[in-house]
């Protein structure tokens, strides 16, 4: 869209610096930190550069003050680290009072979300833990409560703080790409970050459309909104694209055999139905979900501007989602739910074009719904199918990483969701958003 040439043209409702949004980069935090202690992204690169780091522990000395940082982009991942060595009970006393800013914080909360998932997923679902050791729990609790986020593995680490640019000075392209700090799953793992990253850049366009929608609706400006919903509607469309590409980087029986577990929370999961106690934090089980799409402040943010209305049972699971959010990001979403009504203009306009405008995001936010759920069917549906019938084989193995595939998510998302009832719900309440002629 090209930038208006009339200088008088009013503020934006919602200025996105003020809800932690980029103009580039949307809900990703911009060019993360890839190391405690460095100046900028590409003083970590170059540091980083040809040095194999094979410890997650030297990823986190900087929290207490000691030694220098160290990226850790290359360690080996936190699943590698046995319980029978005695990481992380031997640990130094972790110390959060050195970090300092926002992408400081992110880092560390990062690092110890997948270190956390390492040591309670490592030895599969039969394995698990009861405890998180004092050493890793108080520093993820402090880290976890400076952020607004809960202490376990989300969207916001996963996805949102996890990347990197290969070339500093390069395009955010898949090939010039990479992950901050990995678990097992290899290229699969890789792909499977890196293209959900793609998706929520996709969406940045429709991200910057929410806000000039708004302000055409608070002027009754029909030009300006038209434009907006068009912008919106391409930006969907082009996430939808974006997914396409899970099929060219991420192996289904990797991502479900070896990969989905360690995305797995210990709320409405049968293989950690008590939840884990954070020793030092509280003497009771917490329970926290794991990391799920529906922490992806994106869509929420779309369903709220078009008036998307969820079932009951659908909505609850949502609106919990967005305490996985970073806090910023879900008062930009409760910030569009409080403002006027986009949905009601078109109505009462009466204009065809709007309307067609505004029924082109929301079919394209049904499609985008629809390929989500094509997606599923393949990289869990149909493998957990698999994983059965070799469970039921002379072949199974012990543990993740040996091939044995986990069992008590097979009809749940990560998030503890029952998937697919959830995912063809908003689905089917998105189509009934369109608006009729």
């Not at 991942?77 to 992408?103: C, K, V, Y």
Request: aromatic letters at 8%; a neutral charge.
């Amino acid at each position: 869209m090209e930038a208006s040439d009339d200088p008088e043209e009013p503020p934006l409702p919602l200025p996105l610096t003020r809800f932690q949004i980029s103009e580039e980069f949307g809900f990703l935090l911009p060019d993360p930190l890839v190391g405690l202690g460095c100046a900028s992204p590409s003083a970590c690169h170059r540091r980083q550069t040809g040095k194999q780091r094979d410890r997650a522990a030297s990823a986190l000395r900087p929290l207490d003050g000691h030694g220098p940082g160290a990226a850790p982009a290359d360690h080996q991942p936190p699943a590698a680290l046995p319980r029978s060595a005695g990481f992380p009970w031997q640990m130094p006393q972790l110390s959060t009072q050195h970090l300092r800013g926002r992408e400081e914080l992110h880092l560390a909360h990062l690092v110890l979300s997948f270190i956390t998932m390492g040591y309670v997923w490592q030895e599969g679902e039969e394995g698990t833990v009861q405890v998180l050791p004092r050493n890793l729990a108080v520093p993820f609790w402090e880290v976890s409560q400076a952020l607004g986020l809960p202490p376990i593995l989300s969207h916001a680490d996963f996805v949102l703080a996890n990347w990197r640019r290969k070339d500093p000075n390069g395009p955010l392209e898949i090939e010039n790409l990479d992950t901050i700090i990995t678990l097992p799953g290899g290229e699969s793992l890789w792909g499977f970050i890196l293209v959900t990253l793609l998706v929520e850049k996709a969406a940045v366009p429709g991200i910057k459309a929410i806000t000039q929608a708004l302000g055409a609706v608070v002027q009754g400006d029909e030009e300006t909104l038209h434009r907006a919903l068009q912008e919106l509607a391409g930006a969907i469309e082009a996430m939808s694209k974006a997914l396409r590409r899970m099929h060219d980087y991420v192996d289904p029986e990797v991502f479900y055999s070896v990969i989905r577990i360690f995305l797995s929370g210990w709320k409405d999961n049968p293989a950690m139905a008590h939840g884990l106690i954070y020793e030092g934090v509280s003497p009771e089980p917490m329970a926290f979900s794991g990391g799920s799409a529906a922490q992806s402040t994106v869509l929420h943010a779309f369903d709220e501007l078009l008036g998307i209305c969820h079932r009951e049972d659908s909505a609850a699971f949502l609106r919990r989602m967005r305490e996985y959010m970073p806090p910023a990001h879900r008062a930009f979403v409760e910030q569009i739910q409080g403002s006027v009504s986009l949905r009601q203009l078109v109505l009462s306009s009466g204009d065809a074009r709007l309307r067609a405008a505004f029924n082109r995001c929301v079919l394209a936010l049904v499609d985008f719904r629809s390929y989500h759920i094509t997606i599923v069917t393949k990289y869990i549906s149909a493998a957990a199918a698999r994983a059965k019938a070799r469970r039921a084989g002379p072949s199974a193995g012990a543990g993740p990483s040996a091939g044995k595939p986990p069992s008590a998510l097979e009809t749940k998302g990560t998030g503890g969701s029952h998937i697919f009832s959830f995912l063809k719900s908003i689905r089917d309440t998105t189509r009934e958003g369109v608006i009729s002629a």
